[in-house]
């Protein structure tokens, strides 16, 4: 067995991430998560609530990276296909005509220090800030339209590869393990 091989995402992000995963709003509580602030989608490694939790400064350890989860939910943004930022090797998305769908989370319950600091790390420089509309679904099911902000690509397409980008991409990064482990590590968890 080769080093690489003996290597794992950590079982302990995989787990943070199922929770904010398996995060469900009821209709209630979403209200409470895209008022007054506009909510925000995210479709890179700020999918990863620990990543969120350490933009925000959120420095309680795992018990605060579980609370950060509770202000996530999975979304879905429509007519925008996801893709990678040439130079940086990170992900972001761009509009189109046809069927097309980005995965993604609403981050909710953002005060405006807060928003900024996600606005920091995403890095606007190459990014439009816009209004899109994003599906939520809540815990019982139904699926709701909430508007949210997110950054969309405004740059060349030359600086663009149709190359995709998933968070468990990120985990096997951050463990170390090369891209052709994405199967047998994408199975442990």
């Not at 890179?44 to 509770?70: D, H, Q, R």
């Not at 030359?158 to 990120?170: E, G, V």
Request: glycine share 6%; with cysteine.
């Amino acid at each position: 067995m080769t080093e690489d091989s003996k290597k794992r995402i950590d079982p302990e992000d995989l787990r943070l991430y199922g929770l904010a995963l398996n995060n469900r709003w009821s209709t209630r509580q979403l209200y409470h998560h895209v008022a007054p602030e506009v909510p925000i989608f995210v479709y890179g490694s700020l999918m990863l609530p620990w990543v969120v939790a350490k933009v925000l400064g959120i420095v309680e350890g795992t018990k605060g990276v579980e609370e950060t989860t509770k202000r996530m939910t999975r979304a879905t943004l429509r007519c925008h296909f996801r893709v990678t930022i040439k130079l940086e090797n990170t992900p972001t998305i761009v509009k189109t005509k046809k069927e097309a769908a980005v995965d993604g989370m609403l981050l909710g319950r953002l005060d405006p220090q807060m928003a900024s600091k996600i606005e920091e790390y995403i890095g606007p420089g190459e990014h439009r800030k816009q209004l899109e509309e994003v599906e939520v679904e809540t815990d019982s099911g139904e699926t709701i339209i909430v508007c949210a902000y997110m950054y969309v690509w405004k740059g060349s397409t030359d600086a663009l590869i149709p190359k995709s980008w998933t968070p468990m991409d990120y985990m096997r990064s951050r463990a170390g393990l090369p891209e052709e482990q994405a199967v047998e590590t994408a199975a442990l968890g």
